[in-house]
């Protein structure tokens, strides 16, 4: 089974709370650009991530708001910044990781800050009409720095857009670009793809 | 069979004639420690490397001097840099990316810039010894990001200390860590190991 790439670069998602706290009272975030998942679009708001040891600017803030702010970041990141993030799905937030956003107005310090496990976006229909009957499932990469990713996470909703989500270390690693066309080789619990 | 993984961070090689630019006449490197292939170690100079996109400071030079000069980068610098190195064996310089090298005294505009191949130093002793009948070999890596890198490359020399090199962009996707254990799969053409 075939899958579209979708790169994520660091970026975070806010709560109405803190997204008035960091932009001011009343704001609003502004829509760039659609995202392939439903609901989802690039503001055109951009924070700073912050921590003892270091900073990273220019971090997006991705809409629409949510009731939890996340801070996904790679562990290129995290060796820059200082931090241990746990790789986690998105909304699994216990005990993540700590940092300070700083927007235009105000900063917050927050966790929420985590690494995104690999993902597919999958409906429950295209799950069963695909014969993915497993919660995790492996990707073969061609190309130089080819090879083969486990612990990949069919995140089921409905709606969805199918597609992979790799973070930038496992894009930068193998070489991989947006819109690569890449397989899907069966469960992690099958020999025969390991 | 096992094998001890060591990280690669970015780092240059330098000739003689390029040493003397950079750090003046006569100038001779300092080993701060010895790495663990033979003659090889870490000095205690650093060069800036520049592009008219972006610089990156503080990089290692790694000696002995070489009769060619060779910069190691990974992908991700090379995103930062503006580059497009090819994956390559050490030494297979032919066509790499050109990249200006800043030292304390002087500057060099060079090419040689590269993204080292994943490999593995190796004797031929061992190499035979270890039922490896082949060029390039598969390793297996655990976790919760991990999975299968292709295309390791057996690399072989005499004398040479045994252990899987990989750059910062593979290490960083796959959580690994310098002295990580690693298992090697076999040859990229068993269909059982990929």
Excluded: W
């Excluded at 991705?62 to 993030?85: C, F, M, V």
């Excluded at 597609?163 to 099958?190: K, Q, R, S, W």
């Amino acid at each position: 089974m075939k899958v579209v790439l979708g790169i994520s670069n660091r970026h975070v998602h806010l709560t109405k709370e803190h997204l008035e706290i960091l932009f001011g009272k009343g704001f609003e975030l502004t829509k760039v650009k659609d995202l392939n998942q439903p609901t989802q679009f690039m503001s055109s708001s951009k924070v700073t991530l912050k921590t003892p040891k270091s900073f990273i600017e220019n971090v997006r803030v991705i809409g629409e708001l949510r009731d939890y702010t996340q801070i996904e970041i790679s562990k290129t990141d995290a060796y820059k910044l200082g931090l241990n993030p746990p790789v986690r799905d998105s909304g699994d937030i216990d005990n993540s990781e700590t940092i300070t956003i700083v927007g235009p107005i105000g900063e917050i310090n927050t966790t929420g800050c985590i690494i995104a496990d690999r993902h597919i976006h999958i409906t429950s229909k295209q799950k069963e009409l695909y014969g993915l009957n497993t919660e995790y499932v492996s990707v073969l990469i061609g190309g130089e720095k080819g090879g083969i990713i486990s612990n990949v996470h069919l995140k089921v909703s409905d709606p969805a857009y199918y597609e992979l989500h790799l973070d930038t270390d496992d894009a930068n690693a193998f070489l991989l670009h947006n819109g690569d066309v890449l397989e899907i080789l069966g469960t992690n619990n099958d020999s025969q793809n390991m």
